[in-house]
C-alpha cells in the first residue's frame, strides 16, 4: 500500500498503515510529495519501526537519498527519476528497485536495467496521480505481461471492485492508495484485499 496524507481522514497515517498491516498488506511504499523533506524524513523514520516491528517491507517512492536516510528496503522509480543502474549503485545489491514505465521500449529497458519489478497502469481511473494517463484496464495488464518477465504490480484506481481482474490479467500484486488510506476501516479494507487478490492469484 502506497501513503497518502490527503486520504487519510485527518487520522495519523502511522496508525493508518499499521492498521492496513494486520489486515494483510505486505509491502508499504512511503509516497507522500506534498510533504517537506524533513516531515517525509520524520514520517519515513515512523515507517521503518513499524515495518521493521510487522516485518513489512519499507520501499520510497523516487526518493533514493530519503530511501537510504531512513534505511528502507528500497525504492520504486518513475521515468523521470534516477536511472535504475545509478539507483542500484547507491542503494546497493540487495535493496529492491522497481519501476513504473508505460510503454514498450520503456519495459525492455527497465528489464535490462535491473528492475527487481515492474509497477503498470493506471489499471482505472485514478485521482491519486493527476498525471497519471489513460486506463489501461485488464487489456493492458495483459499486453504488458506478454512483454516481460519481471513481477509485475498494478497501480491506479485498485479497489475489491478489480483487484481480481487485475491479477487475473497477469499481474503478480496490486498497489493501493484510496482504497485502503481512505477506507472508514483500513484494516478490513486491506483484509478484503488480500482475501480478493489471493484467491484469484489461485485461479
Known amino acids: 500500500m502506497i501513503t497518502d496524507a490527503r ?3 485527518g487520522r495519523d497515517q502511522v496508525e493508518v498503515i499499521d492498521a492496513a498491516i494486520r489486515g494483510g498488506a505486505t509491502m508499504v511504499q512511503l509516497r507522500d510529495k506534498e510533504l517537506p523533506t524533513n516531515e517525509q524524513y520524520a514520517l519515513g523514520l515512523r515507517l521503518r519501526d513499524l515495518t521493521r516491528r510487522t516485518g513489512t517491507t519499507l ?3 523516487d526518493r533514493v537519498d530519503l530511501a537510504l536516510a531512513i534505511e528502507a528496503d528500497g525504492v520504486h522509480l518513475g521515468q523521470d527519476d534516477l536511472p535504475p ?3 542500484r ?4 545489491p540487495d535493496a529492491i528497485l522497481g519501476v513504473s514505465a508505460g510503454n514498450a521500449a520503456e519495459y525492455a529497458l527497465v528489464e535490462r536495467e535491473g528492475a527487481d519489478y515492474l509497477g503498470t497502469g493506471p489499471f482505472a481511473t485514478t485521482r491519486s496521480k493527476a498525471d497519471a494517463g489513460a486506463a489501461i484496464g485488464g487489456a493492458g495488464i495483459a499486453a504488458v505481461r506478454k512483454l516481460t518477465t519481471l513481477p509485475m504490480v498494478a497501480i491506479g484506481g485498485i479497489s475489491a471492485a478489480n483487484a481480481a481482474e487485475a491479477m487475473r490479467a497477469g499481474a503478480d ?12 476501516d483500513p484494516e478490513a479494507a486491506a483484509r478484503e ?3 480478493i487478490v489471493e484467491r484469484a492469484a489461485r485461479h
Open 173 to 184: 500484486g496490486v498497489s493501493v492508495i484510496s482504497a485502503i488510506v481512505g477506507a472508514p
Open 7 to 9: 486520504l487519510a481522514r
Open 85 to 87: 543502474p545509478v539507483a
Open 193 to 195: 484485499l488480500r482475501r
Open 89 to 92: 549503485k547507491l542503494l546497493g
Open 59 to 61: 520501499i520510497v517512492n
